[in-house]
Each structure stands twice: as C-alpha cells, then as structure tokens.
C-alpha cells in the first residue's frame, strides 16, 4: 500500500536521533559547509564529530603526512597510511566517506598560509586544529577579515583549551597572546635553514584530552550553525584532564590587536 | 608603588611571590615567573581569577593589587 506508515520507519532516518535535540537544527546544519584547517589528532576527532553530526560539506586542509607517531591519538589513520606516508588530508577525506557515503569532503593539501582568500569566503565555519602559533595566527587573521566563525582548539597533554572567534563583535586569537607565544613564533622562524627544517617542540599528546577539546568545539560548532550563538563559549575554555579543572577566562578585546584594525568592522 | 603578588604554577602548584612596581607589564610577570621555574620554551599565560591578563597591561591598568592570587598557565598550541 503506497504512502503507508512503517513500523521501523524511524529506524531508517539515519538523522532521526538528531532531529530530536530540540535546540539542534539539523536543516541548518545539513546545509553548512565546514572548513577544517590541519588533520592531525584534533582534524581527526573534529572531522568525525562534524560527519556524524550530519555536515555534507567538509573542506580539510593540510600538507602534511601521516607519521607512525600520530597512531596514539589519530583515530582514522593505521599503520599502513604510516607505512606508505600518505598525505593526512587525503586519509582523513577518505574515512570520513566511510562514516557517511552522503558526505563530500575536499582536500587542499597546502599551509593555511598558501590559501586563497576565496576559502574564507566559501565556508559558513571555520574549526581550527592547528599545531603552531604562526599558522593560528594567520588563520584567525584572515578567517575575522572574511567574517568567517572560527572555533580553535588546541592541547598539550592532558590540558586544552578551546576559544570561539565570532568577527567582527568577539576578541581574537591574538587578543589572547602575549610576548611568549610571539617568541615561539620567531624562534620557529629563525631556526629555519630550509623549508623543511625548523624548530618544532615535540609536544606531550594524547587521546582523550584530544576527543575532548575536539567535541567541545565541534558543539560550539553546531550552536552556531543553529543560530544559537548566545549559548556559545564567550571566553577562552582551559581545560586541566589531571585536576579536573576547567576555567571560563574573560578575554578582553585587546585596542591594539592589528586583526581588529585591520578586519571590516 | 610596589605591590607583592603571589604567582602560582598551574603545572606543579608550586608559589612564588613577586614584587611588581605599578609599571611592570604582564608579560614581564609571566617571563619572570616562567624564567624562575625554569619553563621550557612555550606560550604562558597568567589568569587573575576569571580574567586572562593582556601582555601589554601594566600592573596597574591591569588592576593587580597587593596580595592578589595569579595563576601561570602553559597555553596549549598543539594539535
């Protein structure tokens, strides 16, 4: 009998269970199309999260390669992608179509830093998974130029934070830093004999931490894409895995950050 | 005016009070701390119950008063 009601027709809604958090507006964000700038442990845990979520439109971005030593917090790479070095973004891309065949995910393999500026413009969000400050700053520079709502996570073992940037009404990544993160920039610079050859702190990493940080922003994410920004972080979130901590930190909007000056508002 | 501080590691716990003068700035605070601790070479930040401090503040613009409780923070940056 054509047009009858199912018994399991709820079961066959792959979004059924989502459609069901009220707050949650899955037209939305089945429309949005997410760009997602590095595909190491956080890219891994946030491109999951925005799959599942029901995204169909992911661009990742990254020139780097898959490393034996991501396989204890990289939830899509193996062995085998170590092995033959593939590239993170087109692993990433690939077994993020296995979560869900709906979604069509793009692949830059390049530096933020190489990106054109027509990126910014393309994308309704921005999650920022990066691994150093140069690359963060540049990321946030040109993602509150284009009005484009970036959400960065970043961690150091078992801390992290994550930091929504909402241009042009909210303080940026840089109205958070000071002196130290810029010497870690120039250091990063000055040790640079070739474009290979840099200073690059190996630093203390792990899973959960990394699942956690990646959730929260992946949630801000979707608050956003929902049009419901007032129950966004406003702050910086600090997260401490060892003391059970987190901590809410006022940020204010630094007169003479030069993205402010330099950005359309 | 001097005023004494007490800066905490977030990391270890560990306090060290610091006399600061009302034209010291923040990052000169953090430096100060982290150099004291010994910090690897890294991003810190310091925290005044809920507020971040700005680097570029002074003492007193950024409103430090005697016996105040400030926190040093290693600001994650990886990914």
């Known amino acids: ?265 | 005016m001097t005023v004494r501080v007490r800066v905490r590691n977030a990391e270890t716990g560990s306090t060290v009070d610091m006399e600061l003068e009302g034209e010291n700035t923040v990052q000169e605070i953090i430096e100060g701390a982290a150099g004291y601790w010994e910090k690897d070479a890294g991003a810190y930040v310091i925290r005044k119950g809920k507020k971040l401090l700005r680097g570029q503040q002074t003492v007193q613009e950024a409103n430090i008063i005697m016996s105040d409780d400030l926190e040093l923070i290693p600001d994650p940056e990886g990914g």
């Open chain 1, 1 to 265: 009998m054509a047009g009858a009601l199912r018994v399991d027709h709820l079961e066959e809604d792959r979004w059924e269970r989502s459609r069901r958090v009220g707050w949650l507006d899955m037209d939305a964000v089945r429309s949005a199309h997410a760009l997602v700038i590095g595909a190491g442990a956080l890219g891994n845990e946030v491109v999951k999260n925005l799959a599942l979520s029901g995204l169909k439109e992911i661009t990742i971005v990254d020139m780097d390669r898959v490393a034996r030593s991501n396989l204890n917090r990289c939830l899509f790479f193996r062995e085998e992608d170590a092995i033959s070095s593939r590239g993170k973004a087109e692993v990433l891309a690939e077994r993020a179509r296995e979560l869900d065949p709906q979604l069509h995910v793009r692949i830059l393999p390049n530096r933020v830093q190489e990106l054109d500026g027509s990126e910014f413009e393309r994308h309704h969000i921005a999650f920022g998974c990066l691994d150093n400050i140069a690359a963060r700053l540049h990321l946030n520079s040109y993602a509150y130029f284009h009005l484009l709502p970036l959400i960065d996570g970043g961690t150091l073992g078992t801390t992290g934070k994550v930091q929504v940037v909402v241009p042009p009404t909210t303080p940026c990544l840089q109205c958070a830093m000071n002196r130290t993160h810029l010497r870690v920039l120039e250091k990063r610079f000055s040790c640079t004999g070739s474009d290979t050859s840099y200073f690059e702190p190996k630093l203390a990493a792990e899973i959960t931490t990394t699942s956690i940080i990646a959730a929260l922003q992946v949630r801000e994410g979707l608050k956003l894409l929902s049009r419901q920004g007032d129950r966004c972080l406003r702050n910086l979130l600090h997260y401490n895995g060892l003391s059970n901590q987190v901590h809410e930190l006022e940020v204010a909007l630094d007169p003479d950050c030069p993205v402010h000056a330099g950005g359309r508002a």
